[in-house]
């Protein structure tokens, strides 16, 4: 996952430098509030992961006077729980975070990569809370810390407020791929 946002990082300021001409806007803009809904495939043992959160774009800055990236302050949780009758596993995660957003909006992009005009990518790394617990027919355990919390993902906008969101976290025991909406309010 992160090689593959690093990727897109670079894709951006390398392309970034032929359109330099044309002002770039963010789809996450300062000032956007925006509270998303997932449901994914949970990292242990195929496990359906639901998560939710909630972000509010604080700022925005340029790179090289040609690449705008905003930041903002993030929320985010994810909840999975497996078993069978004789044993369970559950998982919850929750953090807040600090994000960027890179948006490729208003690019005069060239044939073939319009569809890059409605993504914006982020990242966001912050401060969570993690439990699981592990019951089975011989013993119940189970654990829970502070640690980090990370995320990275992208939004394919379908409207101005409407997307959908591809998204992966580690919320410090565990974490998995989900996708799901994300509405700007």
Same mark, same amino acid.
């Given at each position: 996952m992160k090689k593959a946002i690093l990727a897109v990082l670079i894709l951006a300021l390398l392309a970034g430098g032929a359109f330099a001409q044309k002002k770039l806007e963010p789809l996450m803009a300062p000032g956007d509030f925006a509270v998303n809904a997932s449901v994914g495939y949970?990292?242990?043992?195929?496990?359906?992961?639901?998560?939710? +959160?909630?972000?509010?774009v604080l700022g925005q800055f340029?790179?090289?006077?040609?690449?705008?990236l905003t930041y903002g302050a993030?929320?985010?949780?994810?909840?999975?729980?497996?078993?069978?009758?004789?044993?369970?596993?559950s998982y919850f995660?929750?953090?807040a975070l600090g994000t960027l957003h890179l948006g490729l909006r208003d690019l005069d992009l060239p044939d073939?990569?319009?569809?890059?005009?409605?993504?914006?990518?982020?990242?966001?790394?912050?401060?969570g809370y993690y +439990?699981?617990?592990d019951n089975d027919a011989y013993a119940d355990y189970g654990s829970s810390r502070i640690g980090l919390v990370s995320m990275g993902g992208v939004s394919y906008f379908l409207t101005p407020n409407f997307a959908l969101n591809f998204e992966g976290g580690y919320y410090g025991y565990g974490g998995g791929g989900l996708i799901g909406i994300l509405f700007k309010l």
């Open positions: 949970g990292f242990f043992w195929g496990a359906i992961d639901v998560a939710g +959160g909630a972000e509010l340029t790179i090289a006077d040609f690449l705008p993030a929320a985010r949780a994810s909840y999975y729980s497996y078993g069978s009758a004789s044993y369970r596993w995660g929750a953090g073939g990569l319009e569809f890059l005009e409605n993504v914006d990518s982020y990242i966001g790394l912050g401060l +439990g699981y617990s």
